[in-house]
């Protein structure tokens, strides 16, 4: 029996992915450089900025109070900037505040320096924040889709990070 073929990737939607963030994302993000993890791996060598956007696990709402809750352990690529909770499709004013002064802070203000945005394989967060980044002048955007997953799959080294604080 042969196997099934792959259903090719969703298109570009017109806007962020507001919803069911861990599916398939597109093959495309216009105006950015879409990478493999070899090249991901080129560029990190070549000490290019790399960008995680994944969520920071909230306190679970069932915790009693009192109890002490540590954020679990977040691994990620070596010497990432991790700005947690960024890639979502509707941002806080807050959280779009943070993004947007990060970005600036971690280029120096240059909007021509690459940045490599990332979370897990099959997760819109980096997409949605790549299409930010393109949004507020960058323009060399590198969209890095497999992420962690496929770093780790490629057997590169991990390291855990904390989110950089506003």
């Known amino acids: ?64 109070a009192g109890t002490i809750w540590r954020d679990p352990p977040h691994e990620s690529i070596p010497h990432a900037h991790w700005l947690a909770n960024t890639g979502l499709g509707a941002l806080a004013p807050e959280t779009e ?4 002064d990060t970005l600036d802070h971690l280029t120096g203000g240059d909007r021509g320096r690459p940045l490599v945005f990332f979370c897990l394989r099959n997760c ?28 780790s799959d490629a057997a590169l080294p991990l390291e855990r990070l904390q989110p950089v604080k506003p």
């Open 1 to 64: 029996m042969r196997p099934a073929a792959a259903a090719p990737p969703p298109p570009e939607p017109s806007g962020y992915r507001n919803d069911n963030f861990r599916s398939p994302t597109p093959a495309t993000l216009q105006g950015a450089r879409v990478v493999t993890t070899e090249e991901a791996e080129a560029l990190w060598r070549a000490g290019v900025l790399f960008v995680d956007v994944m969520p920071r696990p909230p306190r679970p709402a069932t915790l009693p």
């Open 97 to 100: 505040a943070y993004f947007r």
């Open 124 to 151: 819109w967060m980096s997409w949605n924040a790549a299409k930010r980044a393109l949004s507020y002048g960058y323009r060399r955007v590198i969209w890095f889709p497999d992420g962690a997953d496929g770093w």
